[in-house]
Nanobody
Framework: VQLQVSGGGLAQAGGSLRLSCVAS????????VAWYRQALGKQCELVAS???????DYADSVKGRFTISRDNVANSLILQMNNLRPEDTAVYYC?????????WGQGTQVTVSS
């Protein structure tokens, strides 16, 4: 599965950004898809995931602000990020899991200024 990420960029605190991850396979057919992020000098962390039979999960730090969704028409995974904070600054990655296989999209930089 190939994953092509778009979106990201620079936003002010309180602003919004939208990330999109277009998959080469049917996004609906992939059991688990997720967004991860890695801030400078920190470990990679799960931001949000959506999976068949397991529902949607968010990191505590983004609950109520970020929304993950599958767009079956556009065959993409979306991360809508609202009320952004400077601590959301990181490189964001799209991830797809199919069985024991893990696929990653290229990272996209999100920078939030205070």
């Amino acid at each position: 599965v190939q994953l092509q990420v778009s979106g990201g960029g620079l936003a002010q605190a309180g602003g919004s950004l939208r990330l999109s991850c277009v998959a080469s396979a049917s996004i609906h057919s992939i059991p688990v898809v997720a967004w991860y992020r890695q801030a400078l000098g920190k470990q990679c962390e799960l931001v949000a995931s959506i999976g068949h039979g397991i529902g949607i999960d968010y990191a505590d730090s983004v609950k109520g602000r970020f929304t993950i969704s599958r767009d079956n028409v556009a065959n993409s995974l979306i991360l809508q990020m609202n009320n952004l904070r400077p601590e959301d600054t990181a490189v964001y990655y799209c991830n797809a899991k199919r069985g024991h296989l893990n696929y990653w999209g290229q990272g996209t930089q999100v920078t939030v200024s205070s």
